[in-house]
């Protein structure tokens, strides 16, 4: 098991970055993809990206292709989301998540540990 904690939201104008952060605890860290999914107000959580264990491989939602990147670091037992050149259709409550599997899920079914999530917002 991994404990999740996301920081780093915020409110921001459209066209700016911001930074979130994923702490977790436990020494098996690189034992798990890590992936973020956002909820937008009354919709669906939706895939944003995953990492691999070691970092080699990423995945992101078309959506943010380009503007978001994700990282880890697992030193520092924390992955981290990019996001430049922010819409406001990006705002959202944002999480991270931990799976076993080794390919990069979209689902979030196959993600089995979920932080409390953090809140962006993006102004127009």
């Known amino acids: 098991q991994v404990q999740l904690v996301e920081s780093g939201g915020g409110l921001v104008q459209a066209g700016g970055s911001l930074r979130l952060s994923c702490a977790a605890s436990?020494?098996?860290?690189?034992?798990?993809?890590m992936g973020w999914f956002r909820q937008p107000p009354g919709k669906e959580r939706e895939f944003v990206a995953a990492?691999?264990?070691?970092?080699?491989?990423?995945r992101y939602a078309e959506s943010v292709k380009g503007r978001f990147t994700i990282s880890r670091d697992n030193a520092k037992n924390t992955v981290y989301l990019q996001m430049n050149s922010l819409k406001p259709e990006d705002t959202a409550n944002y999480y991270c998540?931990?799976?076993?599997?080794?390919?990069?899920?979209?689902?979030?079914?196959?993600?089995?540990?979920w932080g409390q999530g953090t809140q962006v917002t993006v102004s127009s």
């Open positions: 436990g020494r098996t860290f690189s034992s798990y993809g």
């Open positions: 990492i691999s264990r070691f970092g080699r491989d990423t």
């Open positions: 998540a931990a799976t076993p599997q080794v390919l990069l899920p979209t689902g979030p079914y196959a993600y089995a540990n």
